[in-house]
């Protein structure tokens, strides 16, 4: 029974957004439009344009859990559904579909210890940080793959089962003795997040974690469509050990990132919780403002 009223649910929204597609007089990306400047909404293909942005929430890697405290934008534009349900994305026209937005790693390089046997540049490139206080980490997630490999499910969404967004993802931990190139994930081994606003169904041994499809809105005259307090989650991921940490000293300082980090780390291990609001509305509905 809790399924079929799921789809009843799942359903009615459907059809609301479908009204969302109305045109509207023109008033150039003004007012509640102005979130979608940057969608690609005179793009060939382009069907809706999206401006998701994740408020909270929290990602687990290995043994190290980041809280997100600072909004991170999905924004762009994305098709009509396929066969399958998935629309397939468009990158943001500002180059910045998943902003770069830096997340505080608690405790930073403080749990970073060089073991023993550690060579003694490793030992004073740590310890001259620490003598000028620069220990704070900060860990910021990027794309890891073309925009046009994200997958967008309005359906999934909708109803809290099957995968939502899928999303490939790097992530980039950012510190002056990490250098600007140490990363857990790559564009050749990047960290696929299939998440849903359902039940997760991570390897045996692990506990599922549920997220949330939030609540949907309406503005502008069914134009926009928004939904709050919606929670996308993932814990069926795996994490390859971290890359280019240390700059030069990367073959001596990536063991000790893994080492503390708990890298890698199999799938289940791993979690990504991301509370968002969205908005989205139809391209034509945008171009007329």
């Given at each position: 029974m809790l399924?079929?009223v799921?789809h ?5 929204a459907?059809i609301a ?15 509640d439009?102005?979130?979608f ?6 793009t060939?293909?382009?069907a809706?344009?999206?401006d998701?942005?994740?408020t909270?929430?929290?990602v687990v ?17 994305y ?15 500002n ?6 937005t830096?997340?505080?790693?608690p405790?930073?390089l403080?749990?970073i ?23 704070g ?28 967004l899928?999303?490939?993802v790097?992530v980039h ?6 250098g ?20 997760t169904s ?8 549920t ?5 949907p809105?309406?503005?502008d005259?069914y134009?926009?469509?928004e ?20 700059g ?8 000790i990132i ?8 199999e799938?289940g291990?791993?979690v990504a919780?991301?509370e968002n609001?969205?908005?989205e ?9």
């Amino acid at each position: 029974m809790l399924r079929k009223v799921k789809h009843i649910q799942a359903a009615a929204a459907a059809i609301a957004l479908a009204f969302v597609g109305v045109p509207a007089v023109a008033s150039a990306h003004e007012g509640d439009f102005a979130k979608f400047n940057y969608c690609p909404s005179t793009t060939p293909g382009v069907a809706k344009c999206l401006d998701s942005v994740t408020t909270g929430g929290k990602v687990v890697l290995g043994k190290k859990t980041t809280p997100i405290v600072n909004p991170v934008t999905l924004q762009g534009g994305y098709s009509e559904e396929n066969e399958v349900g998935e629309s397939t994305f468009y990158a943001a026209t500002n180059g910045e579909t998943l902003s770069k937005t830096p997340q505080p790693v608690p405790g930073g390089l403080a749990g970073i210890v060089p073991p023993e046997s550690a060579p003694p540049i490793v030992k004073e490139a740590l310890e001259l940080v620490f003598d000028n206080g620069l220990t704070g980490v900060n860990a910021t997630l990027e794309l890891a793959k073309p925009a046009s490999e994200i997958r967008i499910n309005e359906y999934e969404l909708l109803a809290a089962e099957g995968i939502a967004l899928k999303l490939p993802v790097k992530v980039h931990l950012e510190n002056p003795f990490l250098g600007g190139s140490c990363y857990v994930g790559s564009s050749s081994h990047p960290l696929i997040w299939n998440l849903t606003a359902g039940t997760t169904s991570p390897p045996a041994g692990y506990e599922a974690i549920t997220g949330k499809p939030g609540y949907p809105s309406f503005k502008d005259e069914y134009r926009i469509a928004e939904i709050s307090e919606n929670e996308l989650v993932e814990n069926d991921w795996e994490a390859p050990k971290a890359t280019g940490c240390g700059g030069i000293l990367s073959l001596l300082v990536d063991p000790i990132i893994d080492e503390t980090v708990g890298l890698p780390a199999e799938a289940g291990v791993n979690v990504a919780r991301l509370e968002n609001q969205i908005a989205e509305s139809p391209a034509a509905a945008v171009n007329k403002h």
